[in-house]
């Protein structure tokens, strides 16, 4: 028997290319990446603007949760005080004393918290006179500094322009 061979055929070895590669990039990719990180940059900016903002608030509730009777309420006044100089500008509240300056944290809360002129004796009281307030006195007085850090901070609008005709100044008075 005769046996069949094949003839030798010249053949090239098979050469695979090599994958494609994910690099460089296509321009919608490029894309896709910049919009992603101008995204996660503002977010950024804005929850560290966002926190920041919200900073004097959270001091001066943390600070007044603190407060006792022994502290009086003077330190009350002074943590309010001090926490609407954060918000508003200097020239409209560091003028304001006594009436015109519960009149003034009056008109920064809504109308059902409102209470700072309906207790205008107590402050005036517990600021001014020698006769110190009693416990519940205090308490009541603290609970509307808490009010009014919760409802008036931030400042609400920003036309402050126009306050110092709603409120009169204590200077215009001497």
């Not at 608030?57 to 007044?64: R, S, V, Y």
């Not at 005080?81 to 200097?90: D, E, G, I, T, V």
């Amino acid at each position: 028997m005769t046996q069949l061979t094949a003839p030798a055929l010249p053949l090239a070895d098979i050469h695979l290319h090599t994958e494609p590669s994910f690099w460089p990039l296509a321009w919608g990719w490029w894309a896709v990446i910049i919009v992603s990180l101008i995204l996660i940059s503002l977010g950024g900016y804005r929850f560290r603007s966002h926190r920041h903002y919200f900073t004097a608030k959270k001091e001066a509730l943390t600070l007044l949760k603190t407060y006792r009777f022994n502290d009086g309420i003077t330190a009350v006044n002074t943590v309010l005080k001090q926490a609407a100089l954060s918000y508003f500008p200097r020239t409209v509240i560091a003028p304001l004393t006594g009436i015109q300056w519960l009149t003034f944290l009056d008109q920064q809360l809504p109308t059902k918290y409102r209470g700072f002129i309906k207790q205008q004796q107590l402050w005036q009281q517990g600021l001014f006179s020698s006769k110190p307030l009693t416990e519940q006195q205090f308490q009541e007085c603290q609970q509307q500094a808490l009010l009014w850090l919760h409802h008036a901070l931030p400042a609400k609008n920003n036309d402050h322009g126009n306050a110092s005709s709603m409120i009169t100044k204590e200077s215009s008075n001497v």
